[in-house]
């Protein structure tokens, strides 16, 4: 157990709608990625927010959203969802300290997502 | 541009048959090597981090290594719970990773 939770686990929809995926990082952790997860693609990162603030942008599309909250959970919220959209989503957290190196990312155990 | 290349994409071995994972990379300034462990269905399992080249890091029966172009992830006598996908990830410009498409390791017994 990684300490990083999201919910929900399974998440079914349709063309056209909205849903939001939810991340808790583990206690202690400032930095929350979202990444992507296709059969075709690969891991891919979207975002990542530090402290409330948004910090770095993937290949993120524009109906793709997200939000860290002063609690430091984080949401992301996917729009006119297509077929395409259907993936596995994770949420990764870290310490987020700055300094020359980069720290270790725990991922959460993610959510799937079919849009038929 | 940043990469993370993987071989072999996948890898077939019997229980107690040795072998290593290959991971190139390219990017300007390692950040950081990591692997990463990835069950059907499941998040990435945290493995090693390695910093510099010549670094080593051992659990179990795995170790990782690092060149300044590419890591190793050995794999001592295995058994069939070490079956999955392993990964390998560089930060890109701050702290971002660049996934490798992964190896796919299946242990028989």
């Known amino acids: 157990d990684s300490g990083v939770t999201q919910t929900p686990k399974h998440l079914i929809t349709a063309t056209g709608q909205r849903v939001t995926l939810r991340c808790s990082p583990r206690?202690?952790?400032?930095?929350v990625y979202w990444y992507q997860q296709s059969l075709d693609q690969g891991l891919q990162f979207l975002i990542q927010?530090?402290?409330?603030?948004?910090?770095a942008k993937g290949n993120i599309l524009e109906r793709f959203s997200a939000q860290q909250f002063p609690d430091l959970h984080s949401e992301l919220n996917l729009s006119s969802l297509e077929l395409g959209d259907s993936a596995l989503y994770f949420c990764?957290?870290?310490?987020?300290?700055?300094?020359?190196?980069?720290?270790?990312?725990?991922f959460g155990p993610g959510t799937r997502l079919t849009v038929l | 541009e940043d990469q993370v290349t993987q071989s072999p994409e996948a890898l077939r071995l019997q229980e107690g048959e040795s072998s290593s994972l290959n991971c190139s990379y390219t990017?300007?300034?390692?950040?950081?090597l990591f692997w990463y462990r990835q069950d059907p269905g499941k998040g990435p399992e945290f493995l090693f981090t390695?910093?510099?080249a010549g670094e080593e890091k051992e659990k179990e029966r795995l170790k990782a290594t690092l060149t300044k172009k590419e890591s190793f992830l050995h794999i001592t006598a295995p058994k069939p719970e070490d079956s999955a996908t392993y990964l390998c990830?560089?930060?890109?410009?701050?702290?971002?990773?660049?996934f490798g498409k992964g190896t796919t390791l299946s242990v028989s017994s």
């Open positions: 990764a957290s870290s310490v987020g300290v700055a300094g020359g190196f980069t720290d270790t990312q725990y």
């Open positions: 990830a560089v930060p890109q410009a701050g702290t971002a990773l660049i």
């Open positions: 390695l910093y510099s």
């Open positions: 927010y530090y402290n409330g603030e948004e910090r």
């Open positions: 206690s202690g952790d400032l930095s």
């Open positions: 990017v300007s300034g390692l950040r950081g």
